[in-house]
């Protein structure tokens, strides 16, 4: 069974603060691995990760991808309150959009 | 925001009653997804539709079923409702062909069964 972790489940950091949020994974036939934030229903996509080694990033927020050690990093620099959400890691496989979802973890930044 | 609607926002019913929930894709899209989010938890596939047929479906039983009309629109129905059932029930359209990344969630459903 497809199987995705993320860890930490909840972190508490100050504003200005850089986090990094993992994400392990065991996909059969895995295809891509992607990220989005949830901040009240409705996950907003962030990144899609396809290749080993290649940092994506977009403003203050990165990730990455080792797809031989199968697992991904989200990093986030100079926390804003506005940050604060679940972030979600899901993985896809090579055949068709079924998503598998991690359980999340809850950022809260305080000013 | 993206074009997916859903309703109705928030529901609430009983044990052992039948719910119907709404998903109206986003132009385009001829897929939809639904997912069951319980509180603290991820997302957990339930199941897709592609041109008004079931195309894979997760670990849930026949109580939940679905159909998608020839607007691409959708319904998730779950009879027998059970307390473990309170969840946000998500759906995300996404057009066949396009890279996997292109799904679109809508705002979700929030099921209370008393």
């Known amino acids: 069974e497809d199987k995705v972790v993320q860890s930490p489940l909840s972190l508490v950091v100050h504003e200005g603060d850089t986090v990094t949020l993992n994400c392990s994974y065991e996909v059969t036939n895995f295809r891509s691995l992607l990220w989005y934030k949830q901040e009240k229903k409705a996950p907003t996509f962030l990144f899609m990760l396809?290749?080993?080694?290649i940092e994506k990033k977009s403003g203050r927020l990165s990730s990455i991808l080792d797809k031989k050690e199968l697992f991904s990093i989200l990093n986030i620099t100079a926390t804003q309150t506005g940050d604060s959400a679940i972030y979600l890691c899901?993985?896809?496989?090579?055949?068709?959009?079924?998503?598998?979802f991690g359980e999340g973890t809850q950022l809260t930044v305080n000013p | 925001e993206t074009g997916v609607t859903q309703s109705p926002t928030h529901l609430i019913k009983t044990r052992g009653q039948q719910v119907t929930l709404r998903c109206s894709s986003q132009?385009?899209?001829?897929?939809v997804s639904w997912y069951q989010q319980a509180l603290g938890q991820g997302p957990q596939f339930i199941f897709q539709?592609?041109?008004?047929?079931?195309?894979g479906r997760g670990n849930f039983p026949p109580r939940f079923s679905g159909l998608q009309f020839p607007n691409y629109s959708s319904e998730l129905n779950v009879n027998a409702l059970e307390l473990d059932d309170s969840a946000l029930y998500l759906c995300a359209s996404s057009l066949v062909g396009l890279a996997s990344h292109e799904q679109f969630f809508g705002p979700g459903t929030r099921l209370t069964v008393l």
């Open positions: 396809t290749s080993s080694g």
């Open positions: 132009s385009g899209h001829n897929t």
């Open positions: 899901a993985a896809i496989p090579n055949s068709g959009s079924r998503l598998t």
């Open positions: 539709y592609y041109r008004e047929e079931e195309n």
